[in-house]
């Protein structure tokens, strides 16, 4: 009994008195005496009552009970099981010391004595056994007690209490049968049963040998089903104890009952009006328990475990698929918890389940004369629900629905069909007459004010499942053109460029009071931001639309660096600046990706874009993405306030910034954040291949062009050449000085390696340069030759033609045709050419000085680096010359 001791040094240092003196302390010493030393059983009897009453009302007997009282009690249990009142006196003063006393206040760092007699108890070799015995006992009292004192020891040494009863022959039969006892003690066995089967694998499979499934069905379906007390609460708790994270639970209620019984609760009985808290409660949990069944562990992958698979097939086959879309769509008066949870099951049932996702799309909802498909009910409450919680668990649906499901994407893309006007503007309650596409654009058309901008974000982000991934989709949006209810003319346009427009719209628009909604105004940008990234990725098509509207590249340019935002969106709207860079294969001027890279470093800064990067990667949207977690389980501590999720109420700002949070969290999810982490390496990456290499000019002949044009685009492009060996100079200057910043922010030095690798880059870059210049010297030469002999037959030709014109008006007046003066002709024609071929030579002459001049400084700048000049540029240029003029046809 050393641990004893040491508490009885505790309580003498509580009461300032190790010796244990208090007035308490010599009480409950007296007390023990009796009950111990004790003749007359009356007398005995009488002191256990009088403990029990001191230790239910001060800490202070609680601790010297706890010291002192724990052997006698005990023996008693032991020794005097044919004193019914003693037993009862004995388990009823071991439950006082274990229950903390309500009204008794003392500082927060103070010894809690239930807490260190519920440890004390539990170490007791034998107590646990002891108390399990007792269950055998016929008095009602004794066994009541005796599961209120076990319940109490469970709740602070749940894992000893648990290894002592797995060690005790028949504890857990012994538990068992007491579910078949009286009301009163079944429903204790019951709470004692839910407690003790918390992440406890080997009780919870003990339990279900023993015939648990059976027995909590039974209770369920006497108390009511849904309609039923608290105790239909307790019994769908202990059942989700059972399941949680146990797949050989899972297979065996499968295999034997089956899940008929457990569906059976969703089916509302009574009035389907009226939902009480317990109503609500109890349903909340058996949706707890399906979800348990089609979700398994947090690593589980959808659709590549065999179990979830199979209970999903199974449930949806006793038709449970029905038994959801009653409670949570056609239901009007569910409670929003319950219409929530049911549609995050209706999405766990779908995920990776292609024959489950058939089923639902096929699903019709409503009366002969009013019905409806089941998607379409959903985007009905997504699209016009005051609840943001319910948003999210309607939007969950479709991204179920949507996922690796390109047949899925395609069919809900192909009623993408813009309604008349009149029809697009029609009352909600319209909307059973449209298609699943015509109301999601009709959810996309956008006016100026706050519930329209809350619409738009919403079927928004329906839009981003059905054409993530799937390029046809993509394409088919893509051809959408809707009038722009924003515009006077209501003039038809890419529901692209719509979209853009809605993103500066909503960092403009005012809330529901009026005043400015910044969080709002965030959550709607990263939606639609989202959107956008996910339209554009790998679709160069999308890309090309996106840049056919310059006013919305240059809000983008702002947005970038737009101080006043924050800096997920900058970060995101330079992702979507970024994938014009990556999959762009435009060539016009002004929209292909050098030129989207050369405006980024104009406007923005090359370092500065770069960074933007990184700044996103730091914020806690982006460092907080974690996979979905497991939900928090229903139990009796938190049933109340899980159940009480209600509509928005706009004067609380908190629930604004809860609902804040709920929406981003789901925008920025794991998934979502790694997709960006990808694209953010490879738009990185094309931007410095773009920006360092020099602009790939067309040589070849324009089909609308004609030889003047031909011969002054040429021009204008060798007198460029001798600028851009400087400009690859300086984008190389700037790389390097953007990669340097960029590792600091980073905390990364660069290797003497990767300074080595940097030099042989540019070594290839100047050589490319050099050799680039070459060809250009000898195109230029070969094009020169070729339009002065051009230029010369064509002159020919003229004067040629202008005789036989003069001949021919001569004769026709009848007169002397003179003959032509032959070498003033040539003469001339000689002149002219001449000094044409002095002009252009002239300006090549100062393109090629200008050529020298720069190969001179680079040449420099290889020597600093150590390289051989000479032989680095050996033979280039040597079997170029530039043709002279013939001078043989003038003789």
């Not at 995920?351 to 489950?356: S, V």
């Not at 996979?627 to 306030?641: E, F, G, H, V």
Request: proline letters at 3%; aromatic letters at 6%; glycine letters at 6%.
């Amino acid at each position: 009994m050393n641990l004893v001791s040491g508490y009885k040094g505790v309580v003498g240092r509580m009461f300032g008195n190790e010796n244990s003196g208090s007035s308490e302390d010599s009480y409950v010493e007296r007390l023990l005496d009796r009950i111990s030393n004790g003749v007359l059983a009356e007398d005995r009897r009488d002191a256990i009552i009088e403990l029990q009453s001191v230790v239910a009302e001060t800490r202070g007997a609680q601790l010297a009970f706890g010291a002192m009282g724990f052997p006698v009690l005990l023996r008693v249990l032991k020794e005097e099981r044919e004193d019914v009142e003693m037993v009862r006196g004995a388990l009823e003063t071991f439950l006082s010391a274990l229950t903390p006393i309500a009204h008794a206040k003392g500082p927060l760092n103070e010894v809690q004595p239930d807490i260190m007699n519920t440890d004390l108890l539990s170490r007791e070799a034998e107590s646990i056994s002891l108390l399990l015995s007792l269950l055998s006992e016929e008095d009602f009292y004794v066994r009541y007690y005796t599961l209120q004192l076990l319940t109490a020891l469970l709740t602070n040494s749940r894992n000893r209490l648990q290894e002592a009863i797995l060690t005790t022959p028949r504890g857990i039969t012994r538990l068992m049968d007491m579910l078949m006892d009286r009301e009163v003690i079944r429903n204790e066995a019951l709470l004692l049963l839910t407690y003790l089967t918390r992440e406890a694998e080997e009780i919870q499979k003990i339990l279900v040998f023993e015939g648990a499934f059976e027995k909590i069905f039974s209770i369920i379906k006497e108390e009511g089903g849904s309609e039923g007390g608290v105790v239909v609460q307790d019994c769908l708790e202990l059942l989700n104890n059972l399941l949680r994270n146990n797949t050989s639970n899972q297979v065996l209620l499968r295999e034997t009952i089956g899940f008929e019984p457990l569906i059976s609760i969703l089916k509302l009985r009574g009035s389907a009006h009226s939902f009480t808290q317990q109503k609500t409660i109890n349903l909340l949990s058996v949706l707890e328990t399906i979800s348990l069944l089609i979700t398994g562990v947090p690593e589980t992958v959808a659709g590549k475990d065999g179990n979830i698979l199979t209970n999903k097939t199974v449930l949806v086959q006793r038709q449970v698929l029905d038994n959801l879309l009653l409670l949570g769509v056609e239901n009007q008066w569910a409670p929003v918890a319950v219409r929530c949870a049911t549609f995050r099951c209706i999405g766990d049932l779908i995920a990776g389940h292609r024959k489950n996702i058939d089923a639902l799309a096929r699903k019709v909802l409503g009366d002969p004369l009013h019905e409806e498909y089941a998607l379409n009910s959903v985007l009905q409450i997504l699209l016009r629900t005051s609840s943001v919680q319910e948003f999210l668990a309607a939007d969950y649906i479709f991204e179920c629905f949507c996922e690796k499901n390109p047949d899925g994407q395609i069919m809900l893309a192909s009623t993408l069909i813009p309604q008349p006007h009149l029809m697009s503007h029609a009352p909600h309650e319209e909307d059973v007459n449209m298609s699943f596409g015509s109301m999601l654009l009709r959810g996309l058309t956008l006016t100026e004010n706050y519930g329209d901008l809350e619409t738009c974000c919403r079927a928004s982000g329906v839009l981003t499942h059905v054409i993530k991934d799937n390029l046809s989709c993509k394409e088919k949006v893509l051809k959408i053109e809707t009038a722009a209810a924003m515009s006077p003319l209501g003039t038809p346009e890419p529901l692209l460029h719509q979209t853009m427009k809605y993103l500066a719209v909503a960092s403009s628009l005012k809330g529901r009071d009026g005043k400015s909604s910044t969080l709002s105004n965030f959550h709607c940008q990263s939606i639609i931001l989202k959107l956008l990234i996910t339209w554009l990725f790998n679709s160069p098509s999308a890309v090309q639309c996106f840049l056919d509207s310059r006013p919305r590249l240059t809000y983008l340019f702002e947005l970038v660096s737009n101080p006043d935002t924050t800096m997920w969106i900058r970060g995101m709207a330079a992702v979507l600046l970024g994938e014009c860079v990556v999959f762009n294969n435009n060539s016009d001027a002004g929209k292909d990706s050098f030129s989207i890279v050369d405006s980024i470093n104009q406007k923005i800064g090359l370092t500065s874009y770069l960074l933007k990067f990184e700044d996103m990667q730091k914020t806690f949207r982006f460092s907080s993405a974690k996979p979905d977690q497991p939900r928090k389980p229903l139990t009796r501590s938190n049933a109340a306030s899980m159940s009480e999720i209600e509509d928005v109420d706009d004067s609380e700002e908190s629930d604004e910034r809860t609902e804040e949070h709920s929406v981003l969290s789901s925008v920025f999810d794991s998934q979502f954040v790694n997709f960006i982490k990808s694209l953010e390496a490879d738009i990185k990456e094309s931007t410095l291949q773009v920006y360092t290499r020099p602009c790939q000019q067309n040589w070849n002949k324009g089909s609308a062009e004609n030889d003047t044009d031909y011969a002054k685009r040429l021009k204008a492009v060798v007198r460029k050449q001798h600028s851009e060996i400087q400009d690859l100079l300086n984008r190389i200057a700037t790389v390097s000085g953007s990669s340097s910043k960029i590792g600091d922010a980073a905390g990364v030095s660069l290797s003497e390696q990767q300074v080595g690798n940097s030099e042989e880059t540019l070594r290839k870059n100047l050589q490319e340069v050099s050799e680039h210049l070459e060809m250009s010297i000898m195109e230029k030469s070969q094009t020169e030759s070729d339009l002065k002999s051009l230029s010369y037959a064509y002159n020919s030709l003229e004067q040629a033609n202008y005789q036989l014109e003069n001949e021919i008006k001569a004769l026709k007046a009848g007169g002397v045709v003179p003959p032509p003066d032959i070498e003033s002709i040539k003469a001339k024609t000689r002149e002219e050419s001449q000094k044409e071929s002095e002009a252009e030579l002239n300006d090549l002459l100062v393109c090629l000085g200008q050529e020298q001049s720069k190969v001179e400084k680079l040449s420099s700048r290889l020597t600093e680096l150590g390289e051989d000049v000479e032989q680095l540029l050996e033979g280039i240029g040597e079997d170029v010359e530039l043709p002279e003029d013939d001078e043989s046809d003038e003789a």
